[in-house]
């Protein structure tokens, strides 16, 4: 008989967490993606990195937000797993840091942590973030871009 393999973990970005979100009442927001990624994604352990958490939690913070719309995304991003800032993923994103500047490349910070809290511990970065992938290189990345109507709006 065949050992079981553990279920492969992706690491969400903040966009990503948030497209997913709204699968169920939206699906047309991810019909563009391959189907093969969206089983890639059913299949595998979905966690947030710290940064993407911190985000979320930013934009929840947004005045103006129905309040409905702020508690059930809080309940939904709560089930998320976040992975914690580390010792390795800041050696990971001082690496990263270091790689894209070498590069003559830059991309924000948070998606330097997002990138370093999925390559300190060999996982995939899930984005429909362009700029992650200037780090392909380095970080295992599956790019599925957003489609302009396709981002949340920021209310219910």
């Avoid at 948070?110 to 990138?115: K, L, M």
């Amino acid at each position: 008989m065949e050992a079981a393999t553990a279920p492969e973990v992706l690491v969400l970005d903040t966009g990503v967490a948030s497209l997913l979100g709204t699968r169920r009442r939206r699906p047309e927001r991810l019909a563009h993606w391959p189907s093969d990624d969206l089983k890639r994604i059913d299949g595998a352990i979905k966690v947030i990195s710290f940064a993407t958490r911190a985000e979320i939690d930013a934009g929840l913070l947004e005045p103006g937000l129905d309040s409905t719309f702020v508690r059930r995304e809080r309940e939904r991003t709560a089930a998320l797993p976040v992975l914690p800032l580390d010792q390795p993923t800041m050696d990971e994103w001082a690496r990263l840091d270091a790689h894209l500047k070498r590069k003559g490349k830059t991309i924000g910070d948070n998606d330097i942590w997002i990138a370093a809290t999925a390559g300190s511990r060999g996982h995939t970065v899930v984005t429909c973030d362009g700029d992650l992938t200037r780090l392909a290189d380095e970080v295992d990345v599956l790019y599925l871009p957003a489609k302009s109507d396709s981002l949340p709006p920021p209310g219910p």
